[in-house]
């Protein structure tokens, strides 16, 4: 075998180790967990992941992260793509002032928002629902994902747009049966930002929920506080949240290259 | 491509501009707000100028906060860059199932939770139920990050390389791929070394990938805060706070939303400086070059 | 280095090809002599590239052999072949400056500093890249770095065959002429083999001795330009070569004569002989340079409708419809121009019959 790919196998091999032992913690109970220590498990117990399907405060958890970050997925990619349009195809008065200022947006630190927007969604009463979360989440994955359709829109010649209204397309229909089909890929790539972001964010998600949209990182961490530590069911909540993750990478893997390779991460 | 005039573009980015404004200006305003004031309690507030700028800037807490942060953001940087481009450089470039795993694989640590990661990485380096820390224990070190500032930062260090290499790792290979088949072929018609191909093509045709992977590594490690947070709430003492955790406990910690709104902005403008200083220095590398 | 030979070449890019469409190279088996100027010409997707690589190494064949010589080459890589390609855009060591770029296939098989810059200068005088030498390769214009890549075979002595694919391509219009001039001038300066991909023939012609014309994975003619253009032994090799391309009417054999519907066309009698004995089904093909118009009844022509009349500068070209076909011809500049009407007539000499698109002779 060639010598990279051992070194990649290497790598990917020590990088799994972690991931690996959360699998196997969570595949046994708490008191075998303290009793030894075993690389492969041999009493196999599916108790914790029974116990995350079936309590309502765990599985509430995944429900609650799945709602906002699909919501938050469907604004930004319905206010950007027309967005993204305009920045790729028009000239307006301070286009490039308010591109770059929506990208200043990525560069705060996160805690800095975190007194304001609790104060502000309270104000609103939005305080606990899964719209304030998909909203606060918009600040860092508008800016990415304008950024990342612009740069797939730019790659589409506007000789094709100008074919299309000459040809007696009204906006709307070749925006939506022409335009859109052509940077599906693009689609895919800011989709997939998008959700990753909000998947794995925590500060905005913990500050603005309660109990009603509570996201599985927030009901994790009242797993450490409780009496005791449940290892194997924290183990358990744990791999599962990582589940979402790796199925979204596979089903866009196709496109990762090319989204990167525009650099517009 | 020249751009059609059209001012109509405005209610195109409307929708996006009212709601980031609205994400944004609102809390700038708030924090500009509070950095200038005294606040006793609701409706208890004094005018103090830039007195909480002044305190801030000399908090001594704060410089040493400061030196933790860029010494944290250089190692990350020293580590990841290389450590990607190396690791992007063995990936498999033909499509198929092998490389599909692989990069599911590779990406798969960018998609976990914040929180979780921090979870994953207390639990395996216990020496109690954790696979690392029962091997260097049995190595006999006694390795606890609760309690060995030194041990914090190297936990912190490898979570942090585990958790945001992929990045690099992936940024690096899209510039690897979009590299044409024509340029290895002459490099192999020239007779050159693998190492000479590494220096004289593909590290030039990365730049762009890897200007966009040093900015956004050093961002994101400089406004870092779940992750160390969760692995060890900033100490042990206060081994392993940064700016990001140091602003927190201000604010909502001692609830010093004066400092803290002044600390905020100081904090932006130091990363808004920093990155355009790199982009500077990147961009002139460039022209170096070719000039 | 002598001859190139290729020895029952069949390329497929599947692992496991069963049919002949799996192939993109069906059968090439061919000598190239030493120091001839060849051209491989024919449409996209042809297998010109790929012949292209397997002869450079950069590919290696699914069958056959290569052979430089005496020399079985197929398992050598480029490095070993003694040949330097010239690629589609210009690639260049962009952090490296013009002489660094010239000097580095020769830093790296180990010559020392001061051959490396007697030759890189020497090189540099013939393709007139003196005034850069020093300047970074990344900001020169397509039509220098072009001539860097060149450069870059040009300066090892031990090349002996340098291979072109589709060179021009990136380079303006009125550059592609002085760069064209240049490779002429090279090949009888330094008498090396050179082979030049190209689907436009207008290069073709003008670079090669012989052409080689391809066709979906095999070669269809070799010739001279002229002998293409004269004797072209296929109907596509008609198509493709001259502007425009040759006229094909289906027709039939009646009394020592073509007879395209109503018209009986005459013939000579070599070309009538060969007519009869065959037995496919027959076109007769001729180039519209050779159709002679008349604006007036002249005898032995035919009288039809004119389509149109295009100007194409420095000729123009008639379509004419013959036999509810459209055939087209040449004429020149100054020649009178015909109306709504037009008599031509086919000069015995270059009409060629095709029986099942092949040429008979």
Known sequence: ?265 | MKKWQDNKGWLFILPVFIIVAFSAIIPLMTVVNYSIQDIFGPGQRIFVGTEWFKETLTDPRLHEALWRQLLFSGLVLLIEMPLGIAIALTMPTKKGLGSSVCLVLIALPLLIPWNVIGTIWIIFTRPDIGLMGALINNMGITFDHTASGLHAWITLMLMEVWHWTPLVILLAYAGLRSIPEAYYQAARIDGASAWAIFKYIQLPKMRGVLTIALLLRFMDSFLIYAEPFVLTGGGPGNATTFLSIYLVKIAVGQFDLGPAGAFSLIYFLIVLLFCYLFYQVLLNVGKGESS | MAQISLDEIAHSYLPFPKTDADFALKRIHNIWDDGGAYALLGPSGCGKTTLLNIISGLLKPSKGRVKFGETDVTDLPPEKRNIAQVFQFPVLYDTMTVFNNLAFPLKNRGFDNAYIKTRVKEIARILELETVLHKKAEGLGADAKQKISLGRGLVREDVAAILFDEPLTVIDPQLKWQLRCKLKEIHEQLKLTLIYVTHDQVEALTFADQIIVMYEGKIVQIGTPQELFEYPNHKFVGYFIGSPGMNFLPCTMENGRARVGKFHIPLDDRTAALGNRATGSLELGIRPLYLTIHVQETAGSFQVPVQSVEDQGSYRVVALVFNDQTIRARIAENDPVPGSMAWVSFPEKWIRLFENDQLLK
């Open chain 1, 1 to 265: 075998m060639k010598k990279r790919y051992l070194i990649l196998a290497a790598y990917l091999v020590l990088i799994m180790m972690p991931i690996y032992w959360m699998l196997n913690m969570s595949l046994r109970t708490n008191a075998d967990i303290m009793a030894r220590l075993v690389f492969i498990p041999t009493d196999i117990t599916f108790d914790n992941y029974i116990t995350i399907f079936t309590d309502s405060a765990w599985y509430s958890g995944y429900i609650n992260s799945i709602i906002y970050v699909v919501l938050n997925t469907i604004i930004c990619l319905v206010t950007a793509l027309p967005a993204a349009y305009a920045f790729s195809r028009y000239s307006f008065i301070g286009d490039k002032h308010v591109f770059f200022w929506l990208l200043t947006n990525r560069m705060a630190p996160a805690a800095v928002f975190l007194l304001p927007f609790f104060q502000l969604y309270s104000t609103f009463n939005l305080i606990d629902t899964h719209i304030a979360v998909a909203l606060a989440h918009c600040l860092f994955n508008l800016p990415l994902t304008v950024w990342i359709l612009e740069g797939f829109i730019s790659g589409v010649p506007r000789e094709i747009d100008e074919t299309a209204f000459i040809d007696g397309y009204k906006f709307p229909r070749f925006f939506f049966f022409v335009f859109i089909p052509l940077i599906r890929s693009g689609i895919g790539v800011a989709a997939f930002f998008c959700f990753m972001f909000s998947w794995v964010e925590l500060l905005f998600a913990r500050t603005l929920t309660t109990t009603a949209a509570k996201p599985i990182a927030a009901t994790m961490t009242r797993t450490v506080s409780s009496s005791g530590l449940d290892w194997g069911l924290l183990a358990a909540a744990g791999f599962l949240t990582i589940v979402p993750g790796a199925l979204v990478i596979w089903f866009v893997r196709n496109y990762l290259a090319k989204g990167f390779a525009l650099g517009r991460v």
